[in-house]
């Protein structure tokens, strides 16, 4: 566990990013596959999206809205990274968007493991499901996953409420900034969940 706070708290983006993208396949795959043997099929069907609204018919205008939708968890995980914590004896501050993250795959886990789609999808056995989230034609999870990850991993410096130990410090918002790497790969996450969800209003629309 510390090898791992070390590596996700590195200054190196490209460390944080491939320790983050081990356990979002570790955790995405054993809740998948814990929620699909464990859990009711259909358990958090219409519990976790924004089916609320009226769906257009406009594929553009649809895909305004589920991005719309998906930036929540995106302000979630900005506000949970102003916030990090370690103990006395490391070195860097962990930042609590990490959870954020973490949370978000294991609850996306458990949607496809228990096929709780707000839509209307033909039930397919477990391996499918597994391997049909890389139809990236199709279906936009991944994409907008990896976009989530990214974001998270550029917003893990810039924590402004910083627990230590039992000590907590706070620093001004003017504090926060990002490096040209972390610019690059936050706009990169913001892209994919873009494209997530214009490929998710259109499989939505082709129904």
């Known amino acids: 566990m510390r090898l791992i706070k070390e590596k996700l708290s590195n200054e190196s983006l490209a460390k944080r990013i491939f320790c983050l ?21 259909g358990l958090l069907k219409g519990k976790t999206s924004g089916s609320a609204w009226n769906n257009s018919d406009n594929t553009l205008i649809l895909a305004a809205q589920i991005f719309a939708w998906n930036s929540l968890s995106v ?7 102003l916030f990090g914590k370690k ?23 458990v949607i496809l493991g228990t096929w709780s789609f707000s839509i209307e999808v033909t039930n397919i056995t ?13 279906r936009a999870g991944i994409l907008e ?4 990850l990214f974001i998270t991993c550029s917003l893990a410096k810039i924590g402004i409420v910083l627990t230590n130990g039992m000590n907590t410090c706070t ?8 490096n040209k790497q972390e610019i690059i790969v936050f ?21």
């Not at 996953?145 to 989530?148: A, F, K, L």
């Open 21 to 41: 993208t081990c356990i979002f396949v570790i955790v995405f795959i054993g809740f998948t596959i814990l929620s699909y043997y464990l859990l009711p099929e």
């Open 75 to 81: 302000i979630v995980i900005m506000f949970a990274s």
């Open 87 to 109: 103990k006395e004896c490391e070195k860097n501050y962990l930042s609590l968007g990490y959870f954020v993250f973490v949370l978000l795959i294991g609850l996306n886990a």
């Open 126 to 138: 477990l391996m499918d499901r597994m391997i049909g989230i890389f139809d990236i034609v199709h």
């Open 145 to 148: 996953m990896i976009g989530q």
């Open 171 to 178: 620093k001004k918002i003017k504090a926060v900034h990002l």
């Open 187 to 207: 706009v990169m996450g913001i892209f994919l969940m873009m494209i997530a969800a214009i490929i998710e209003s259109g499989a939505i629309n082709s129904l």
